[in-house]
């Protein structure tokens, strides 16, 4: 069991790294504003923090302008090409209402 959980901190970590990397910003940068220190985010994005809460990851998610669940239960955005990462960026200055309305746009699109 204690494996899965190092499996799962390190995906988790991964994913904040991945997510932060997307956004072109640097571990600082991603942390103004939020209560978290360079150490923690540090070991967080690492995958190496030993027992990261709820309240951090939440925070994190929240400084990265992602949910939760994005860290917690999606794969890792990582091995996006650079067109998708370019998407995502565009994307990234939008609210969720907008967002939504050009995914089902693009959804309608593709399947025609």
């Given at each position: 069991m204690s494996q899965d959980f190092g499996q799962l901190r390190l995906a988790i970590g991964e994913r904040i790294r991945?997510?932060?990397?997307?956004k072109n910003l640097s571990q600082a940068k991603a942390?103004?504003?939020?209560?978290?220190?360079r150490d923690t985010w540090s070991r967080c994005e690492r995958g190496v923090a030993p027992n990261p809460t709820l309240s951090t990851l939440s925070e994190i998610a929240e400084a990265l302008g992602?949910?939760?669940?994005?860290?917690?239960?999606?794969p890792p955005p990582g091995n996006l090409t650079p067109e998708v990462r370019e998407l995502v960026?565009?994307?990234a200055d939008h609210d969720a209402?907008?967002?939504?309305a050009l995914s089902t746009a693009i959804q309608k699109l593709l399947s025609t």
């Open positions: 991945s997510f932060r990397e997307l942390r103004e504003g939020t209560t978290i220190t992602v949910e939760l669940a994005d860290l917690v239960a999606h960026n565009i994307l209402s907008t967002v939504k």
